[in-house]
C-alpha cells in the first residue's frame, strides 16, 4: 500500500495539531465548535475559514435585500434563542452568530483567510494532514488533526452558475450574477430583467423595483410561494405574557416543525389540495388570471423548495406596476437585450442572472487516503454524513424540506458522541463500511430525482456519493424522523468499523 504518511513528509512551515478540524466558518462550522467546546470539552480544535469573517453565505452575498428563505426558530440554533422577526435579513443573522462566537469564547479556535488545498490521510499514523494557503500572507501552512469535521456548505462562494446563452458577448449591457453583486452598480431609472423564480429571484426584485425604471422577472417556469406577515403570533403573544426568551424559542420552534410537518406530509399525500392552498395565497394578491399565466409551477409542492415572502413583497411591486413578470424561455441575448422564443424582445440595461449555484462537493479539496485519491462519487454515503472508505471524517449536508441547522445540530451530537465513544474504546480510527446484509444492495444517485431536483444538484450528481435502498445508507431528508434515529444510533453496528489501539482492527471489505 502507497501510505503517504505526514510525519514523513516535509512542511512547508510549522505544522499544528488538533484533534478535531473544522472546516468552515459558516452555520454549521460555528455551531459544531459550540457542541464540541460543550460536549467534548477535552477536545483541542480549530476551524478554517476561507474568508475574512465568518458567516458564509450570510457574509458573501451582498445583493439588495439578501435574507433567509426559512424561519429562524428553526434556522437559529437550538441553543440560541432568536428574539427577531422569522424571516431575518443577511446582518441579522451575522449579528446572531457573532453573539454566539462571543458569548461561548470561540473566537481564538478560528483561523480565517486559510484556504484548503489538500487533505491527506493516512492509516499509519491515523492522522489527518492538511495543507491550506492563507490569502492574507501567501504563506503555506499545515495541521494534522484525529478528526475531520466538514461544515463548508454546498456550493462555490466565488461564483454562482450562469447557463451559457448564445449571444451573450454581444449584448451591450452588464450581466451580474447575485452572489457576486458589484458595489458600484447603477440600477437608478435603468431597464432591468431578473433570469430566475426562485427565492434569490423572488428577493431581490421587490427590494430593486423602486430604484430601477423598470424591472422585469424573467421565468422559463414558476414556483411556488408562500406570502405571509414576517411575525409569529404565538411568539409575540408569549412576549406579551413576559414568558423568558429561552421558553419562547423552544415552544415556537416546536410548534413551527409541527406545522411543517404537517404541510410536508400532506404536499406528499394530498399535493392537489396543497397545490391549490398555495395558488390561493398569491392570488389574493394578484389575483387568479396573473396566477395562472405566471404563478402556477408545472410540478407537485416541495420537489423545489417553496420560499417563504414576507408580506408578499414581490407581488405588491408587481402590483404597483414597478415590476412585470414574463413566463417564457429565452432564444438568445441581442444587443439590446433578451430574445425569448415567443419572438418578444426584452430591453435591458442590466439583466440580473438569479440562476443557482455551483455545486462545492466537500469544498473542492483535493482529497487523498493513504496516497491514494480520493473520488466520492465511489463511495457510498451512510445517512448523508459518513462515507465507505473514509475514516475519520464526517459532513454536514442540511435539509431541503426544513432549516438547514436543524440537521447540523443533529450531526454535532452524533460526532460528539461518536468522539467520546472512540476515546472509551480507545479506537484512533473509525469508518463505515457495507454489512454482510448490503452486500446486495441497490445502489443509486445520492438523492431520488423524483422527489426532489433543484438544477444545482442535477447538473452535480455524478461528484456525489451512492445511495442505498436501506435507511443507514441514504440521506432521508426527513428531520422529523432523524430527531428521533440519529441519536440512537448503535455505534457499535458492524457499519462502523473501529480500528487502533484496544479496537477491532477488522479492515472493511471493499465495496462491490
Not at 489527518?128 to 499545515?142: K, N, Q
Amino acid at each position: 500500500m502507497n501510505d503517504t504518511s505526514p510525519l514523513a513528509r516535509p512542511a512547508a512551515a510549522k505544522t499544528e495539531h488538533f484533534d478535531v478540524l473544522i472546516v468552515g466558518a459558516g452555520i454549521s462550522g460555528i455551531g459544531g465548535a459550540y457542541h464540541l467546546k460543550q460536549q467534548c470539552p477535552g477536545k483541542s480544535f480549530v476551524v478554517l475559514e476561507t474568508l475574512e469573517s465568518f458567516g458564509g453565505t450570510w457574509l458573501t452575498h451582498k445583493y439588495p435585500g439578501i435574507r433567509s428563505d426559512s424561519d429562524l426558530y428553526t434556522f437559529g440554533y437550538r441553543f440560541k434563542p432568536w428574539v427577531g422577526p422569522p424571516i431575518a435579513t443577511a446582518e441579522e443573522i451575522l449579528s446572531y452568530m457573532g453573539e454566539v462566537i462571543e458569548e461561548n469564547d470561540l473566537s481564538p479556535h478560528i483561523r480565517y483567510r486559510h484556504r484548503i488545498t489538500t487533505a491527506t490521510w493516512s492509516s499509519r499514523d491515523n492522522l489527518w494532514t492538511i495543507e491550506a494557503e492563507r490569502l492574507d500572507t501567501g504563506e503555506s501552512v499545515a495541521f494534522t488533526a484525529n478528526f475531520l469535521w466538514m461544515c463548508q456548505g454546498y456550493y462555490r462562494q466565488s461564483q454562482g452558475y450562469t447557463p451559457d446563452w448564445p449571444g451573450m458577448k454581444e449584448f451591450k449591457g452588464q450581466i451580474v450574477h447575485p452572489q457576486t453583486w458589484p458595489e458600484d452598480i447603477q440600477l437608478k431609472d435603468k431597464k432591468v430583467v431578473i433570469i430566475g423564480s426562485g427565492a434569490t429571484a423572488a428577493t431581490l426584485l421587490p427590494n430593486i423595483a423602486d430604484d430601477c425604471g423598470h424591472v422585469t422577472l424573467l421565468q422559463r417556469s414558476p414556483t411556488y410561494f408562500i406570502p405571509g406577515r414576517n411575525a409569529n403570533e404565538l411568539a409575540d403573544i408569549l412576549r406579551e405574557l413576559k414568558i423568558d426568551e429561552s421558553w419562547i424559542h423552544e415552544i415556537v420552534r416546536r410548534k413551527v416543525l409541527h406545522d411543517q410537518d404537517m404541510f410536508t406530509r400532506r404536499s406528499f399525500e394530498e399535493p392537489e389540495a396543497v397545490k391549490q392552498e398555495l395558488l390561493a395565497g398569491v392570488s389574493a394578491f394578484v389575483g387568479p388570471e396573473v396566477t395562472a399565466k405566471h404563478f402556477t409551477p408545472s410540478y407537485r409542492p416541495w420537489r423545489q423548495r417553496i420560499a417563504f415572502v414576507p408580506d408578499g413583497d414581490i407581488f405588491q411591486a408587481v402590483n404597483r406596476g414597478k415590476a412585470s413578470v414574463v413566463t417564457d424561455e429565452i432564444e438568445r441575448f441581442t444587443e439590446k437585450g433578451v430574445l425569448l422564443k415567443s419572438g418578444q424582445e426584452l430591453e435591458a440595461d442590466i439583466v440580473i442572472t438569479a440562476t443557482g449555484f455551483n455545486l462545492n462537493v466537500l469544498g473542492d479539496i483535493n482529497f487523498v487516503v493513504d496516497g491514494k485519491p480520493l473520488n466520492f462519487a465511489d463511495t457510498v454515503n451512510y445517512r448523508g454524513m459518513m462515507f465507505t472508505g473514509v475514516p475519520n471524517m464526517v459532513w454536514v449536508f442540511g435539509y431541503f424540506r426544513a432549516s438547514w441547522t436543524l440537521r447540523a445540530d443533529l450531526i454535532a451530537d452524533f460526532v460528539c458522541r461518536l468522539l467520546n465513544h472512540m476515546d472509551e474504546k480507545g479506537a484512533k480510527k473509525v469508518e463505515v463500511a457495507l454489512r454482510p446484509q448490503d452486500k446486495d444492495m441497490k445502489l443509486s444517485s445520492w438523492i431520488d430525482p423524483e422527489n426532489f431536483n433543484p438544477g444545482y444538484l442535477m447538473r452535480g450528481m455524478h461528484l456525489l456519493p451512492k445511495r442505498g435502498d436501506k435507511p443507514e445508507w441514504q440521506h432521508s431528508q426527513d428531520y422529523w424522523t432523524e430527531k428521533d434515529e440519529l441519536p440512537k444510533i448503535d455505534l457499535d453496528d458492524a457499519a462502523f468499523v473501529y480500528g487502533g489501539v484496544g479496537a477491532r482492527a477488522k479492515a472493511p471489505e471493499p465495496v462491490g
